[in-house]
């Protein structure tokens, strides 16, 4: 599946990716990033290491209406299922300590939704710090550029910044902390203008 989806994605966008020497190795992690669009997930399993494989929380219900993503999320990385009628689900918390613990990585958008703007940040959601706290795994924050509206050859920024440690954090904290360090990674970004091809149906793609 990376055979074929790297060079594809090679041929719609161009990447620029700062910082991966920061992605701990051989070693489960928690990965977080600002949330625009489609493209974000995608980035994230192309340019990430294949190994520990990347598990995203997703809605089964959501899934299975979009049979596409589902099926080049499940070849490349896994989901993690979410009951989002379930506040608090008992359940996702199994599977991620054991995705953690069997030494997989979660990737998790802590603002919970789309993003309003390229450059703004919603309020992060403190289930990432709970997981990462509990199985004493390194949080890794990413901020992403150029993710809400695409088009053919449209630039993907993506910065990587160095592992955040859970230990002494309370989960109020390392939530305050990533809050702060993925906007700090955020790149500049600015409407370059010109021919926009592929513009709609690339940016609803997924």
């Excluded at 359940?91 to 993003?115: K, M, Q, T």
Aim: with cysteine; aromatic share 10%.
């Amino acid at each position: 599946m990376r055979l074929l989806a790297v060079p594809l994605a090679h041929l719609l966008f161009r990447f620029h990716v700062t910082g991966r020497e920061n992605v701990p190795r051989h070693r489960p992690y928690v990965v977080i990033a600002n949330h625009l669009g489609w493209v974000d997930w995608v980035s994230l399993l192309l340019k990430f290491p294949i190994e520990p494989r990347i598990h995203f929380l997703g809605d089964p219900e959501g899934l299975v209406k979009r049979p596409v993503e589902w099926y080049l999320v499940r070849a490349t990385g896994g989901y993690v299922p979410v009951d989002r009628g379930h506040h608090g689900d008992p359940s996702l918390y199994r599977h991620v300590d054991r995705c953690l613990e069997l030494g997989g990585a979660v990737a998790i958008f802590p603002e919970g939704n789309y993003g309003k703007a390229e450059g703004e940040l919603l309020p992060f959601r403190r289930g990432f710090a709970h997981f990462a706290i509990k199985a004493g795994v390194p949080v890794v924050p990413v901020g992403l550029a150029g993710t809400q509206e695409v088009w053919l050859g449209k630039t993907i920024e993506m910065r990587i910044g160095p592992p955040l440690d859970p230990v002494g954090h309370t989960p109020e904290s390392l939530t305050e902390l990533a809050q702060a360090t993925v906007r700090d990674l955020l790149p500049e970004h600015s409407d370059p203008g010109g021919r926009k091809p592929l513009k709609g149906w690339l940016t609803h793609l997924f």
